[in-house]
């Protein structure tokens, strides 16, 4: 039964509760770093680390946190390893530290991450925890690598830098710029509210 709570917290996030296509969180690095398949899926991989890391952290002392100044606990708890990750990627990765630019230290103010510790870690022990924060990130990588994707494909004939349309394709330019991601987003949202489930 309690594995069974945990499966349940954690599918959650990947459809039925996904952060970008029904709660519409995260609005700022989803339309912002999306040109490309790459991108979205690096600053998913953040905001995983992130969700994750002070997710653990912040149930494990939650009972510990005066409720008078828990927000700016959690906002220096999730700060901290926005650092980490964000100094990782500079060293590592720092081509894909350099496309997403300031949206990965901006991850400090990112509702869903904000949301989940107060929402749900911040009232819950630590293995429910761990599942709500690794299938809110998960949906919401899911989302972005399927935003990059479409924008990738239209605006320049390929998906994670493989080519996938030949010479006889005329990119689309507008689907790396900033209406692109407005217009992908905007009609996957409305395939999706079409085609799912009526909610009562």
């Not at 969180?25 to 905001?47: K, Y």
């Not at 959690?74 to 990765?93: C, G, N, Q, R, W």
């Not at 300031?102 to 009232?123: A, D, H, M, T, W």
Request: aromatic content about 12%; proline content about 6%; hydrophobic content about 50%.
């Amino acid at each position: 039964m309690k594995s069974y709570r945990i499966y349940l917290e954690f599918v959650k996030g990947l459809w039925k509760q996904n952060p970008v296509f029904f709660q519409l969180l995260g609005m700022c690095p989803t339309l912002a770093v999306t040109n490309s398949a790459i991108n979205g899926f690096s600053m998913g991989l953040a905001v995983i680390f992130v969700l994750v890391c002070s997710g653990i952290v912040i149930s494990s002392i939650r009972k510990l946190i005066p409720s008078e100044v828990r927000i700016p606990v959690f906002v220096i708890i999730i700060a901290s390893f926005v650092t980490v990750i964000d100094l990782l990627f500079k060293a590592e990765l720092p081509e894909i530290s350099k496309a997403l630019g300031p949206y990965v230290p901006l991850i400090v103010v990112n509702c869903i991450i904000l949301g989940r510790q107060e929402s749900f870690v911040s009232k819950n022990p630590l293995l429910p925890s761990i599942a709500d924060t690794l299938g809110m990130g998960t949906g919401f990588t899911i989302a972005l690598v399927i935003l990059g994707s479409i924008r990738e494909l239209f605006g320049s004939g390929s998906i994670f830098g493989y080519q996938i349309l030949g010479s006889y394709f005329h990119p689309w330019v507008i689907m790396i710029l900033p209406p692109g991601a407005f217009l992908t987003l905007g009609v996957l949202i409305g395939l999706i509210n079409k085609f799912s489930p009526r909610r009562t």
